[in-house]
């Protein structure tokens, strides 16, 4: 009798998430059309953020990987749609799936020797990758160089367009880095991240498992970078290469809190609105996402999210 209860708790439980996420969706895609522009720009925004930092957190979290290079794949990704695109003339979809496929290709390529390293060494190696990447695109004539680009293309699509297209990819994100942790991958991900040694043991090839979710974070956030270009049309080496979007993402992940999937859903919330309000102070923006990190490390320690399904009994990986 007892057992059946607890089934029926469960279920009811199930059902009420299924029901708080579909009425969630759906008012995400109904919403817009009814809100001002500055609205639907923000919330495309929430999304691009929220794409980018589920890559990062969930290689943090789950796999031990801290990566400070994952502007590279933002900027392979915006570069490769602009020069396909823009420069050659093949059509946008083209210029996407190859901005994708190249950006997933060159992981894998990268993943080979930077895998080997370890910790900090790996943390190093990946922010030097992106330094190569940023001083070979700024001496590039054929992309203008460290002058940059304006994507002209761009002002032909409209802002629902951009918006739905943003929506899709953090759904699909989501689910995707969902269905990771429930499988054996994400299993294994997080026993490499707990004791490597030990995983090897028990039968868990860490290289092989690294370079997949090193590969698919690397994918999504090229295919946000491919988004973002007709978000922000001018590119340049100096903003699609900076460092300050791995910083960026590392405040949304920590504030969100980075072991949970809906971590970076209120991080980037907060980084946005944050963002938008401190616009007119960009110093004080930094000096205030220094103290509310250190905060939040003091007395939440691992983020809003975190604390809060704890307390509300949400398991993992929600």
């Known amino acids: 009798m007892r057992g059946r209860l607890k089934i029926s708790e469960a279920n009811l439980k199930f059902n009420k998430t299924i029901l708080t996420v579909t009425f969630l969706v759906l008012a ?18 929430i999304f691009f953020y929220i794409i980018c930092a589920e890559a990062w957190s969930f290689m943090a979290a789950h796999a031990g990987m801290i990566s400070l290079g994952q502007q590279v794949f933002i900027g392979l990704g915006s570069y490769s749609v602009v020069i396909f695109n823009m420069l050659i003339g093949w059509p946008l979809w083209v210029s996407i799936l190859l901005a994708i496929n190249i950006s997933s290709a060159i992981a894998a390529a990268l993943s080979i020797p930077l895998l080997r390293l370890k910790g900090i060494y790996f943390a190093i190696g990946t922010w030097l990758t992106s330094e190569i990447f940023r001083l070979s695109f700024n001496n590039w004539g054929y992309v203008n160089a460290a002058t940059g680009l304006l994507y002209r293309p761009a002002y032909e699509i409209p802002v629902l367009h951009v918006y739905y297209s943003a929506l899709i990819l953090c759904l699909a994100t989501i689910y995707i880095f969902f269905t990771v942790y429930r499988s054996r991958i994400g299993l294994g991900l997080r026993a490499i991240a707990s004791n490597e040694m030990a995983a090897c043991i028990i039968g868990v090839k860490p290289l092989t498992l690294k370079m997949f979710i090193f590969v698919i974070s690397a994918c999504i956030t090229a295919s ?24 960026n993402l590392m405040f949304i992940s920590v504030i969100g809190g980075y072991n949970r999937i809906f971590g970076p859903v209120i991080g980037s919330l907060f980084f946005v609105a944050l963002d938008y309000i401190l616009a007119e102070y960009p110093g004080l923006t930094l000096i205030l996402e220094g103290i509310i990190c250190i905060l939040i490390l003091k007395f939440l320690g691992y983020g809003l999210w975190t604390t809060l399904a704890e307390k509300l009994k949400i398991k993992p990986p929600l």
């Open 28 to 45: 995400l895609i109904f919403v817009p059309l009814v809100l001002p522009t500055f609205f639907i720009i923000a919330m495309t925004l």
């Open 224 to 247: 946000a970078g491919a988004l973002y270009v007709h978000f922000h049309p001018y590119i340049s080496p100096a903003s699609c290469f900076a460092l300050s979007w791995t910083v």
